[in-house]
């Protein structure tokens, strides 16, 4: 995702990846936060956004208590906040469904690449993007 300031001062956005699970066996939250990033930028600059995360972040606590993951079609939402959603981004989880364990990847690890030029080109593909990287980790 692209995150442009295109005001006259530097400012920051708080990108935020919201996952829905429209189906499961037990009656799930609307949404769960599962990473945010925030990115500064000056006037006129902009970031690309990359999120990775493991498909056991879709995990959920079923009827019988035990976390599980289930195959089927699942949102990430790309927000400002739960109300503010920009871009929403179907998924589909394949294979069977699975019990997590303890060991299971719980982190959804975003990398903010700052361009850092005001009216540089958007939308570059993904790796061609030069500057500072960082990982940030969702709590």
Do not use: K
Request: hydrophobic fraction near 40%.
């Amino acid at each position: 995702m692209t995150v442009r300031n295109t005001g006259e001062r530097p400012g920051t956005e708080v990108v935020q990846l919201y996952l829905h699970h429209p189906v499961g066996t037990v009656a799930l939250p609307e949404v769960r936060l599962v990473g945010y990033a925030r990115v500064p930028l000056e006037a006129g600059a902009w970031a690309e956004v990359h999120a990775t995360f493991p498909a056991d972040l879709a995990a959920y606590t079923g009827a019988d208590g035990r976390r599980v993951v289930e195959p089927g079609a699942l949102e990430l939402r790309v927000a400002a906040s739960s109300e503010r959603v920009h871009h929403t981004v179907p998924l589909t989880l394949t294979g069977t469904a699975r019990e997590v364990g303890h060991g299971r990847r719980m982190r959804c690890e975003i990398r903010v690449e700052h361009d850092g030029v005001p009216g540089a080109p958007l939308g570059r593909p993904v790796g061609q993007a030069q500057g500072t990287s960082h990982v940030l980790p969702a709590p």
